[in-house]
């Protein structure tokens, strides 16, 4: 590919210690026939298992309409600081996403999704369905999207808080030039990005394409974590993601529930000290903000119903 050429797609492809994998994910993207230029960025959060050999495979090389752009980062920035990195550098009008552990098989993914972008102005981004492998690609759930968001989706849908969509089935727009200072403080990164491009448009379900793979292993950014982990996280996503939309949109019910979840959790662990904490603050936090009593009140009942169900057996 002549790399003065324009762009049209951006594929950011983060990775940090997925030599097992990475060869995968690059085929996945080198597979695909379009009628226009791409650009594959790898960024390699300062591995230390080989990644740069596996990558020095495919740089130098003409690929037909791909053009291969290494960067290798000197110290480990972190999961979220490194995809943000990696996204302010893609130059293409539309970026898709494959990280260094998943990938794609269909030839025909970036074409169809483009097609449909450029002849629907309302829509930013495109998505579709895919399945879950394991660390030696035998699929632990074929085609895991819930059939209730196999639709057009919108920014309230996205507020519920009950899915994202996945990361790496997107192709969204260009459209965002500067992230906000709190976006790398998240490890729900995607989530964040996704709830900024739905203020801009609506997003397509797209049916045609065939599968594309998430991978599970213990090297994951997020399939590595402990379940405590996981719900602390999710907390201080939605905490963050709220108090940026200015504490609206409906983003107030998957804050909440995020926070029940861990008074929740600790409950059952006996972690009361824990507990007590949560709880006496989210108390604190709905009497400050009156207008969220509608939301908290149901929600409370329910959770004071399952501790007295714990504590009665």
């Given amino acids: 590919m002549n790399k003065s050429s324009d762009i ?5 492809m983060i990775t940090y210690n997925h030599s097992k994998f990475l060869e995968m994910s690059i ?3 080198l597979l695909q026939q379009t009628n226009f230029n791409v650009e594959l960025i790898i960024s390699d959060d300062a591995s230390p298992d080989g990644t740069e050999v596996i990558v020095e495979r495919y740089l130098n090389i003409a690929h037909e309409n791909i053009n291969v752009v290494y960067y290798k980062h000197s110290n480990n920035l972190g999961a979220i600081p490194n995809f943000e990195w ?6 293409g009008k539309y970026i898709a996403i494959c990280e260094g552990d998943d990938y794609w098989i269909d030839p025909k993914k970036l074409q169809l999704q483009v097609d449909f972008l450029e002849s629907n102005k309302n829509y930013i981004l ?3 369905d895919r399945s879950i492998v394991n660390n030696v690609g035998e699929v632990l759930k074929k085609n895991s999207l819930p059939t209730s968001i196999k639709r057009d989706l919108n920014f309230e849908d996205l507020a519920k ?3 994202t969509v996945p990361t790496q089935t997107v192709v969204f727009r260009n459209c965002i030039k500067n992230f906000p200072k709190v976006f ?3 490890l729900n990164g995607d989530t964040f990005l996704f709830l900024l491009l739905a203020e801009r448009g609506k997003f397509y379900y797209e049916k045609r394409i065939t599968e594309t793979f998430y991978r599970i292993h213990n090297g994951g950014v997020w399939s590595s974590i402990n379940y405590e982990r996981s719900l602390l996280e999710s907390y201080n996503t939605y905490n963050i993601i709220y108090n940026y939309f200015n504490k609206h949109h409906g983003l107030e019910k998957a ?4 926070w029940y979840g861990l008074i929740y959790f600790y409950w059952k662990s006996n972690n009361f ?3 007590s904490i949560k709880f006496i603050k989210i108390i604190l936090f709905v009497i400050l903000n009156p207008r969220l009593i509608s939301v908290f009140v149901p929600k409370i009942f329910k959770y004071i119903y399952k501790f007295l169900n714990i504590t009665s057996k």
Avoid: D, I, Y
């Fill in 8 to 12: 049209t797609v951006s594929v950011c």
């Fill in 27 to 29: 085929e996945g993207v």
């Fill in 86 to 91: 990696t996204l302010n550098k893609c130059t």
């Fill in 126 to 128: 495109s998505f579709h």
């Fill in 161 to 163: 808080g009950v899915f």
């Fill in 184 to 186: 790398s403080s998240v």
């Fill in 255 to 258: 804050f909440l529930t995020r």
């Fill in 273 to 275: 000290p824990k507990f």
